[in-house]
């Protein structure tokens, strides 16, 4: 499960970043099945404020895992994300706070298997919620958060994301689709989680 010590130096970092801990909330994990640029961070927030969840961000531990292991080469980018890949699936083993409402702040479709099993050894209930967005779409959202220059991740592994998102929903049905064209509407989710959440 990759290097201990590591992780708990990263978890005394990423605990900061944390909202909602103390409070109370049932076992439920909201996921997503997404590329990146289709609004995982943006309906995250929004969730996390109108649920109280603890939202869980990649670029959150991606900062926090660069702080630790800094450089720029190819491989310590590639090791830097196994870190992160590892250490998502320790923090929710080892996560013990008393808010059990967890939002995934990332995209389940690369580490599904490892997701499950964490829900179904710990007795959560998985509420997957698809956002769909067109790559031209993806795309251009890239550009502005990139201050309208190109992503070389976004354009290296654009195509790789779009397959894997296409295989999971092959295997896995999600609760909920979103389209993402500029215009997202979560009247639906709401619908959908006040049911469930029951706030």
């Known amino acids: ?14 605990k900061n970043h944390l909202n909602n ?8 994990l909201i996921c997503f099945s997404a590329i990146p640029c289709s609004g995982k961070t943006y309906v995250s927030k929004i969730l996390e404020e109108k649920y ?28 830097r994300q196994e870190i992160l890949q590892q250490y998502l699936i320790w923090f929710l ?14 995209s389940i479709d690369r580490k599904y298997r490892g997701v499950r099993d964490f829900a179904d050894k710990h007795r959560y209930s998985i509420f997957i919620i698809s956002l769909k967005i067109s790559r ?17 991740n976004f354009v290296e592994n654009i195509d790789r ?11 896995v049905s999600s609760d909920i689709v979103l389209l993402n064209e500029g215009n997202l509407d979560l009247s639906r989710l709401f619908l959908k989680l006040d049911k469930i959440i029951k706030f």
């Open 161 to 171: 994301w779009i397959k894997e998102n296409k295989e999971l929903a092959s295997k």
């Open 52 to 79: 109280k969840g603890v939202r869980i961000n990649n670029d959150d531990i991606r900062d926090v895992i660069k702080s630790l292991i800094p450089g720029k080469s190819k491989e310590i980018l590639e090791e």
């Open 136 to 152: 031209e779409f993806a795309h251009k959202r890239s550009l502005l958060r990139n201050n309208g220059k190109e992503d070389d």
């Open 93 to 106: 083993i080892q996560y013990n706070f008393p808010n059990k409402l967890l939002i995934l702040d990332s």
């Open 21 to 28: 801990l103390k409070l109370l909330n049932k076992r439920l």
């Open 1 to 14: 499960m990759g290097d201990i010590a590591l992780f708990k130096k990263i978890l005394e970092i990423h």
